[in-house]
């Protein structure tokens, strides 16, 4: 008798959609649970080298809320790569005008740092209003 483990392979995941509304939400927690959803930590089949996840449309990312003094003490970061070519954009602007980045950066942070969290991305929509293009693939709340 032998006995083998199971290895999820590219073609075993079930790959569902979940629509998330991000209206009064805290940041980190949603990011959190839609992190999850990315990485399919939340099915059986989970296996931490191989895309198991499922897609998810985040909505309303213009109402997310954050707690404490976030909203003017928070800031984004990024450099040009030149010298003196940093560049800061506080929490408040950042909602204002992209709010779909504030959950992306977010939930990429808790993504892997390679190229399977690269991929697991990619199965991230996010939209700054109620309205979304995915209806076809029949999206189901997630609570």
Avoid: C
């Avoid at 928070?74 to 602007?93: A, E, I, N």
């Avoid at 740092?113 to 029949?138: E, S």
């Amino acid at each position: 008798m032998s006995f083998r483990s199971f290895t999820p392979r590219p073609g075993d995941a079930d790959e569902r959609w979940w629509v998330v509304d991000a209206e009064d939400q805290i940041l980190g927690r949603l990011a959190t649970r839609v992190a999850v959803k990315l990485r399919g930590k939340d099915k059986p089949v989970y296996s931490p080298h191989a895309d198991t996840g499922d897609y998810v449309i985040v909505v309303n990312a213009e109402k997310i809320q954050v707690t404490g003094r976030k909203l003017t003490d928070k800031l984004y970061y990024r450099h040009s790569g030149y010298p003196g070519g940093l560049k800061v954009t506080p929490f408040k602007d950042m909602l204002a005008k992209h709010p779909e980045r504030v959950i992306e950066f977010a939930v990429r942070g808790m993504l892997p740092k390679n190229a399977l969290g690269r991929k697991l991305f990619r199965k991230l929509r996010v939209y700054a209003g109620p309205d979304h293009p995915h209806q076809a693939q029949r999206p189901q709340p997630l609570t």
